[in-house]
């Protein structure tokens, strides 16, 4: 079957540095890593191990200094911006903390934005799926002001979902949610990825939200430093607390 035994993404020798000099910060040192097909992948580390970097190098949102990005056999890293613009369009899926809805459009409206933009024919019975599994058959003529926020997420997320994407990315999708509005959310992302075969990489610093995943893994100071499988919440304190504490040098003396 080809490309479609393999990961549904790749990054090879990742590099990207910004500032220079003494100043610079490596955001990612040569990280290798692969996105399992149909899988939900969550990734975390601590504030500035470079975790939304890989995710925009991945998305084509922001481009490597070095190495490789392949997504779905294309080779994003190589990619002029026209056919980048047009590979996030219509391959790509993307959930963002903040919601992103266009305020004077419908829940229904915000839903088939990408496929309006692409002139993209709605398939029907696709479109009544996705609404279907995000639970808003009923609040479909609303707009964005009239939907809490767990609503205007999942309206979000069925945005993403609308065009058939080869992989989805969520960077902190529930940072702005309650517990059970998150909940909601998670729930339904987590869904179509068993149910719908889609394929999620989720940038997050919560360990609820990351429980939620097939699979964490762990960046820190711009390198990836481990992974879990199957992660509870538990797992993921636990990991995140040894990170932390390699991350602090004893002084000497210390009790």
Same mark, same amino acid.
């Given at each position: 079957m080809g490309t479609h035994d393999g990961p549904i $993404?790749? $990054?090879? !020798?990742?590099v990207k540095t910004y500032g220079a000099g003494e100043t610079a910060v490596h955001a990612l040192d040569g990280v290798d890593v692969d996105f399992a097909r149909g899988e939900l992948t969550a990734i975390m580390g601590p504030s500035g191990s470079g975790k939304s970097t890989l995710m925009h190098c991945m998305a084509g949102l922001d481009r490597p200094d070095s190495g490789e990005v392949v997504v779905d056999g294309h080779r994003v @890293?190589?990619?002029? !911006? /026209? /056919? #980048?613009?047009? #590979?996030? /369009?219509? /391959? #790509? =899926?993307f959930v963002f903390q903040a919601f992103n809805l266009v305020p004077t459009l419908t829940a229904l409206e915000n839903i088939t934005l990408p496929l309006d933009i692409a002139r993209a024919p709605v398939d029907k019975a696709h479109l009544a799926a996705v609404i279907a599994a995000v639970g808003l058959g009923d609040r479909l003529d609303h707009k964005p002001a009239q939907l809490s926020g767990g609503q205007q997420q999942r309206v979000a997320c069925a945005r993403a979902l609308v065009t058939r994407p080869s992989v989805v990315f969520a960077d902190e999708p529930t940072g702005n949610l309650d @517990?059970? @509005? $998150? $909940? !909601?959310?998670? =729930?339904?992302?987590r869904r179509s990825v068993d149910d719908g075969g889609q394929s999620i990489v989720m940038v997050t610093h919560d360990p609820t939200a990351a429980s939620y995943a097939h699979r964490v893994l762990f960046l820190a100071d711009g390198r990836l430093v481990g992974e879990l499988t199957d992660p509870t919440q538990q797992s993921v304190l636990d990991r995140l607390g040894a990170l932390q504490r390699a991350a602090v040098p004893v002084r000497a003396g210390a009790l």
């Open positions: $993404a790749t $990054a090879r !020798e990742l @890293s190589a990619m002029d !911006e /026209r /056919r #980048l613009t047009k #590979l996030r /369009r219509t /391959r #790509l =899926g @517990s059970t @509005s $998150a $909940a !909601e959310v998670l =729930g339904f992302l």
